[in-house]
């Protein structure tokens, strides 16, 4: 919670954005939607928009909420054509933005109406603007399907929605919902531009909706899409937990939620980008077509929705104040992401152990495994951590090659780090009569609210958390973030929490896994290398064994002591050099076959968290909080 003075000079600084800002449209714009073509990958949408005479910018949204970086997908924007009373009117894309659209409204037009398509890309690179629509379902993100006058908040802006859906199709959103009129068309309340933005629709064939909190309010549902009944086939087991997550979150946050309703927008699918967007009052989460029926895809992906939920409080309600933007065009500033996303992150982690959405060694595990990649990160070397909040806009389309070199966005996993330890320093501080919950319910909680953007800076931060316990935080977050050449990933929570990281020759089960759901295999940290189960070389970690031999990324394992490549063949290999097995592979790059003679010695060795001998902290934070 925020000072009374804080509050009011908060107040004060929206109080003169008003101000500033153009008046509202004197009325709302409507949109109308035609998604019966989303199995051919195009949608139509045409909009009216009231104007005066006069020259006028429309811009198509561009810094996508969320997604912390300029992902508006504005290559598939087409079919763009204005028209006022009949007449069509030119339009020219700006020379240096290549998101708006200038025009001269003719004299006497009182709007204008518009038409535009959106081609809908098979390709599953990116997030919203990836793949969404199967011939089974669609996700339907309304920033891509529109333009608005430029220079105006998006909270000023009014729209009217409507959407046309394939006939046999259902659909769930948080969008409200005015009528269900025929050929399934859905007519939706007026509400604002950012509304209509945070409020996706998923929509398809296969459609199931479960009550996620029966009989309470606000209520909270699992909306489902799939490619197939068979998908929607959720054990009621697995349901139960998904009702224990709610409960949890709940609990968590001190019963307090911002939002009037809640929507977990699943769609599941093999044809759409795999990822989660988060939402006030839904989140755009999508997954593989087996994700509710199959336990190693559901153990993979297990955190993804407490994450995303979580999301609903920290980067919706709380939101830095560089990433809270007046409109989908004014840049964002990714520096505070290791709260918005490390927090998220942490807390994610958190509430997956406590809904029973793995189990507390399981949890461990992904700890383990994450903890190891950002401690054998050679780029920690040049970049500090906080460089990646600050190209997080970059660096969520960075390739995977030289991944441990360049750093990626580490600021989700080692923020989950940071705020770990800083959870057990509350605890420890307080002697154990507070928890980072206290600070949660301060600075995310107070009265329940319908949909609102409290933002806060780094200072703003650092004070709530000095009135829980007294600590010098800022020092503690700028010890974690702006250092560079530190050898080691913060794992003061880990230790707090009584455990510490190591290697065993064994692979965890949760280790194995992801491999066996992602497609990949890690021998990271015996000879340095990550590769696809075809032996792709996709990293190396530049210290070890094999990168110091000459390999590297783009390269392909074809062989291991002379035997075809794969997974096992090289792990037996590896096991093999304890007892004085060497390790020669044959790897192609391009049109040349080499042999890199590897010197190890170490066998086999993967992360794992052992007992250090205090109490067991961290299995006390796993634990669940309501009855
Ligand atoms: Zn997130």
């Known amino acids: 919670m925020m000072t009374r003075r804080n509050l009011l000079r908060f107040i004060n600084v929206l109080a003169i954005a008003l101000l500033l800002t153009a008046p509202a ?64 009117i030119e339009w ?16 006497g037009a009182t709007s204008l109406d518009m038409k535009l398509e959106l081609l809908s890309t098979p390709g599953s690179e990116g997030f919203s603007s990836a793949a969404s629509a199967t ?7 309304w920033n891509q399907l529109l333009l608005y006058p430029e220079g105006k908040p998006t909270n000023d802006v009014e729209f009217t929605a409507e959407l046309k859906l394939p006939a046999d199709w259902k659909f769930g959103t948080s969008l409200p919902v005015l009528r269900n009129a025929a050929n399934n068309t859905i007519d939706f309340k007026t509400v604002s531009l950012t509304t209509l ?5 998923l929509a398809g064939k296969h459609f199931r909706r479960i009550e996620l909190s029966p009989g309470a309010t606000p209520p909270h549902y699992l909306d489902i899409a799939a490619d197939s009944d068979e998908a929607l086939e959720v054990s009621p087991e697995r349901v139960a937990k998904y009702r224990q997550l709610v409960k949890e979150a709940l609990a968590m946050f001190g019963n307090s939620t911002h939002y009037r309703e809640y929507h977990f927008l699943l769609a599941l699918s093999d044809q759409i980008a795999h990822f989660g967007l988060e939402h006030h009052e839904s989140s755009d ?82 700890l383990a495994v994450s903890t190891a ?18 190209a997080a806009q970059l660096l969520y389309n960075a390739r995977s090659d030289w991944d441990s ?67 010098d935080w800022k020092k503690f977050f700028d010890e974690r973030l702006n250092r560079t050449g530190t050898e080691h990933a913060p794992q003061g929570g880990i230790e707090a929490g009584g455990y510490r990281l190591t290697y065993a020759d064994k692979m965890a089960d949760v280790q194995k896994t992801i491999e066996s759901v992602s497609g990949s295999i890690s021998v990271a940290y015996s000879i340095g290398l990550k590769l696809g189960t075809d032996g792709n070389v996709t990293d190396v970690l530049p210290e070890l064994a094999a990168a110091k031999s000459g390999v590297g990324p783009g390269m392909k394992i074809v062989a291991v002591n002379g035997n075809q490549f794969s997974g096992e063949v090289l792990r037996q290999a590896i096991r093999g050099t304890k007892t004085g097995g060497t390790l020669d592979l044959l790897v192609q790059n391009g049109k040349r076959f080499s042999s890199y003679k590897l010197d190890y010695r170490g066998g086999e ?23």
């Not at 933005?197 to 629709?201: A, H, I, M, T």
């Not at 109490?615 to 634990?623: M, Q, R, V």
């Open 605 to 627: 060795r993967y992360p794992m968290l052992e007992p250090n001998g205090l109490p067991k902290l961290l299995d006390e934070i796993l634990k669940p909080l309501s009855k």
């Open 285 to 366: 989460d999508q997954a593989r077509e087996v994700f509710l029926t199959d336990d190693a895809v559901h153990l993979a992906g297990s955190s993804l929705l407490p994450h995303e939920f979580v999301h609903s409080w920290n980067g919706k309600f709380r939101r830095p104040q560089g990433l809270a933007t007046p409109d989908y065009q004014t840049p964002m500033k990714g520096e505070l992401l290791w709260v918005y996303e490390g927090l998220t992150e942490y807390l994610g982690w958190v509430l997956t152990a406590r809904a029973g959405l793995d189990t507390a060694e399981q949890n461990r595990q992904f």
């Open 135 to 141: 011939s089974e379902l669609a996700v339907l993100s």
């Open 197 to 201: 933005v945070d409020s996706p629709v």
């Open 373 to 390: 990649a950002l401690d054998n990160r050679s780029g920690r070397e040049w970049r500090p951590l906080i460089d990646t909040t600050i």
């Open 25 to 88: 449209l004197a009325a709302p714009i409507t949109l109308r939607v035609d998604a019966t073509q989303a199995l051919r990958r195009i949608f139509y949408a045409d909009e009216t928009i009231p104007v005066t005479p006069g020259p006028l910018t429309l811009v198509y949204p561009k810094w996508i909420p969320g997604e912390h970086g300029p992902t508006g997908p504005i290559t598939d924007l087409a079919g763009l054509k204005l028209s006022a009373s009949g007449k069509s």
């Open 405 to 471: 070199e360049r750093r990626g966005v580490d600021f989700y996993d080692e923020g989950l780090l940071i705020w770990l330890e800083a959870d057990t320093i509350i605890r420890k501080q307080s002697q154990g009569e507070k928890s980072l919950e206290d600070f949660l319910r301060a600075f995310h909680g107070g009265p329940s609210t319908n949909p609102e953007v409290k933002p806060y800076t780094f200072e703003s931060l650092a004070e709530s958390l000095g009135r829980i316990v007294n600590y």
């Open 92 to 107: 020219k894309r700006d020379a240096v933005d290549m998101y708006a659209f200038h025009l001269t409204v003719p004299a």
